[in-house]
């Protein structure tokens, strides 16, 4: 057997092609919740743990990217709440549900925030939790995660329930059981697929909620590459609007 990376090219675009095609509905629907949020004056807020953080990333704050938006990690018990940096040491911390309520409550968190929340399994504790608090607490709640892993996986939440369950809408992002794509001749695999194709149904949301804000009349809030002239000095000015709700760590 032989494993070349054209191979997984040719795994990525066939997905690529899947999810970017198949889920338009859904899309319309989780970009109508954030335009609703940002009419609002809302935040969106992002949360994955592990490899799905970097959803989280894609959604808050970058280049391209609506401003109103904030995200939570699990480091935030350390930056924010005085944890000792030793707590994002426990293996087992994106399995423990009740560290979703610390997370929440440390976050600036209010009443017309939409939340995304990404997790691949859709089964840990913490993600679940999250989902099942926010719904408690009245937020929208938009799932990434991929539907033929969540139901092949028994949930590690104590409801039994997994991400899907709570969630407005929910998204595949069309990766494959365990994640890897091309098999190996001694078990496992190589080449993830999620973390490509949840930042394109991130960046397809985004790009749906800007086009909704401009039918409507509405600036969309967009952030500027820091890294262009007068960038820096336009995302200060669209922050400013958004003083204590949004979070830009390391």
Known sequence: MTI????????IRAAIDRVGTTQGDKVAHAADLMTATVQAGGVIQAFGCGHSEALAMEIAGRAGGLVPTSRIALRDIVLYGGEP???????????TASVAHRLYDLAPVKP???????????????????AQLVKQ??????????LEHSSRVDSRHPSGMKLGDFADVVLDNGAPYGDASLPLPGGGAVGAVSSITAALLAQQIVTEVVARLLALGVTPPVYLSDNVPGGREHNAALEARYAGRIRRTA
């Open 112 to 130: 017309d925030d939409t939340f995304v929340i990404a997790s691949n399994s859709g089964v840990n504790g913490a993600v679940v939790e999250m």
């Open 137 to 146: 607490r009245g937020h929208a709640l938009i799932a990434i995660t991929s």
């Open 85 to 95: 940096l030793s707590a994002l040491a426990d293996p087992q911390l994106e399995r």
């Open 4 to 11: 070349r990376s054209a191979d997984y090219v040719e795994v």
